[in-house]
C-alpha cells in the first residue's frame, strides 16, 4: 500500500513503485475509471493497446497469418507494392 498526499491545487505525487508497476512516466496521460465503487488509475496508451489488441483478435488468423514470419512477408509484400506503384 502507498500514500500520497493532495497539493492544495489537488496534485499528487504518484510513488515509484505504483509509477514503475503501470509503466506510467513524465507526460503520459492516465485514465480514472470507477468500477465498483472503487477509482482505478490507468496508463492511458497502455489502455489503448490493450483495446488495439482486443480489436484485432483473431485478424490474423482470418488473414492467414499464423507465425511472425507470416507476419514479416506479407510487410515485405505491401511495401514492395507500394513502392512500384
Known amino acids: 500500500m502507498e500514500l500520497a498526499k493532495v497539493t492544495t491545487k489537488g496534485q499528487i505525487t504518484i510513488p515509484r513503485e505504483i ?3 503501470l509503466g506510467i512516466k513524465a507526460g503520459d496521460k492516465l ?3 470507477e468500477e465498483a465503487g472503487k477509482i ?4 492511458s496508451s497502455m489502455a489503448t493497446l490493450k483495446e488495439a489488441q ?4 483473431g485478424s490474423a488468423k482470418q488473414a492467414g497469418l499464423s507465425s511472425a514470419d507470416d507476419v514479416t512477408v506479407l510487410v515485405k509484400k505491401i ?3 507500394r513502392a512500384v506503384k
Open 31 to 33: 485514465l480514472f475509471v
Open 40 to 43: 482505478i488509475i490507468i496508463n
Open 54 to 57: 482486443r480489436d484485432f483478435a
Open 19 to 21: 509509477r514503475e508497476k
Open 79 to 81: 511495401r514492395k507494392e
